[in-house]
């Protein structure tokens, strides 16, 4: 059904309306929480990976181009339209590819669940930056890496800026969060990780950090790679408490590298050598 506005007040528009994530994931709580994606290819990966759409918000030349085959696969959802002009201010963003759509958030999987069958997983701890989580996701999955963890002040996955670094691939790898509280990390979820017969690797700069070539990390069958914040890295605590500590061999003077940029060069390395040795 297609509807056209001119102002912000037609009902069920209002979820987009300038709403922080925040308020998408709480304000609508006892719906189960939402979530905004963005792009036609992004909004195809979260229906084909099982999320239930809402609506979608696009501007007019869309529903004949661009995002006509979703409409078609959705024929029964409220389909919001209007300048782009009056999208961008109801939603407070530049459209970067024309078509939102908001989708219902799914009960989020456990960390055993995610750690059940993996032998590579990431861990991401305290990293807020979305468009770095967003683009370690785009890694993880292109690379080999089974799921991706979170302790519980990362940024949300279903943010709507990770979603597109992305590339949808927030749906298609697993993930879950390490804990519930700040305090579970690092000592329960270290402890839990290797319970579950983890070997963890911290990526720091240390004395004792061996080369991410090192071969001991391709015999280990099952491995958890810690990365840490943009600015201040992983939590001495966690590189204390880790099995190994690894670094990314780099020329004299630099010393460090993005941590979205890391995190591919590792999981590359890994993959390429766990390949290898199979």
Not at 7 to 14: L, N
Not at 18 to 37: D, H, P, Q, V
Not at 111 to 125: G, H, I, K, Y
Not at 199 to 224: C, F, G, H, V, Y
Request: charged residues 25%.
């Amino acid at each position: 059904m297609i509807i056209h506005i001119d102002d912000f007040t037609v009902p069920g528009a209002e979820i987009y309306a300038n709403l922080t994530e925040r308020e998408l994931r709480n304000s609508y709580e006892k719906r189960g929480g939402f979530f905004i994606a963005e792009s036609p290819k992004v909004i195809e990966r979260a229906l084909d990976a099982g999320y239930e759409a809402i609506s979608l918000l696009m501007e007019e030349k869309h529903i004949t181009g661009d995002a006509a085959f979703l409409i078609k696969r959705c024929p029964d959802l409220p389909v919001y339209t209007g300048s782009r002009n009056l999208l961008e201010k109801l939603t407070g963003y530049k459209l970067t590819r024309g078509v939102l759509c908001a989708l219902k958030r799914k009960e989020e999987m456990s960390l055993d669940e995610v750690c059940q069958n993996s032998s590579r997983v990431a861990v991401l701890e305290n990293i807020a930056d979305s468009s770095n989580v967003g683009a370690i996701f785009r890694s993880a999955a292109a690379l080999g890496i089974d799921g991706v963890l979170l302790t519980p002040e990362c940024a949300d996955p279903l943010n709507r800026r990770c979603i597109r670094v992305s590339m949808g691939n927030v749906f298609q790898i697993k993930w879950a969060r390490v804990g519930q509280t700040p305090d579970d990390w690092p000592e329960w979820g270290m402890n839990k990780l290797k319970s579950l017969g983890f070997k963890t690797l911290s990526m720091a700069l240390r004395n004792n950090s061996i080369s991410i070539e090192d071969p001991l990390l391709t015999k280990e069958q099952k491995l958890a790679v810690l990365l840490g914040t943009e600015g201040e890295g992983l939590m001495p605590e966690t590189i204390q408490s880790s099995d190994y500590v690894a670094k990314i061999p780099m020329k004299e003077g630099v010393d460090s590298l993005n941590v979205a940029a890391a995190a591919t060069i590792i999981f590359w390395e890994l993959g390429k050598r766990n390949n290898t040795s199979n």
